[in-house]
């Protein structure tokens, strides 16, 4: 059973970076086929898929975040962190981190973390 978990802060002062981490455990994030993401979903809105990090470590971005946004990852650790830069209010969200299959089906969720962002 893979489980996900995020941690962070849950207060962040705008034009800051917000830095998350996505602990996994129960199956290794090098495992061929594997992609890791971030998706957040802020209040009264649906879910909005921010990246990924990949399982051979490639990155890919939503372009609606990509030109503040990271995905860096620490094997020896089994996890990987996003990174969102500037952020502002509507920044706000609950986080998550999620395993996505090949077959573009998400299978593990974490609990999902609640950042505000303050102004």
């Known amino acids: 059973q893979v489980q996900l978990q995020e941690s962070g802060p849950g207060l962040v002062n705008s034009s800051q970076t917000l830095s998350l981490t996505c602990a996994v455990s129960?199956?290794?994030?090098?495992?061929?086929?594997?992609?890791w993401s971030w998706i957040r979903q802020p209040p009264g809105k649906g879910l909005e898929w921010i990246g990924r990090?990949?399982?051979?470590?490639?990155?890919g971005f939503s372009p609606s975040f990509e030109s503040r946004t990271s995905i860096s990852r620490d094997t020896s650790k089994n996890q990987f962190t996003l990174q969102l830069s500037s952020v502002t209010p509507e920044d706000t969200a609950v986080y998550y981190c999620?395993?996505?299959?090949?077959?573009?089906?998400?299978?593990?969720w974490g609990q999902g973390t609640q950042v505000t962002v303050s102004s």
């Open positions: 999620a395993r996505r299959m090949a077959t573009m089906k998400y299978d593990y």
């Open positions: 129960g199956g290794s994030i090098t495992t061929n086929g594997y992609y």
């Open positions: 990090i990949g399982y051979a470590g490639s990155t």
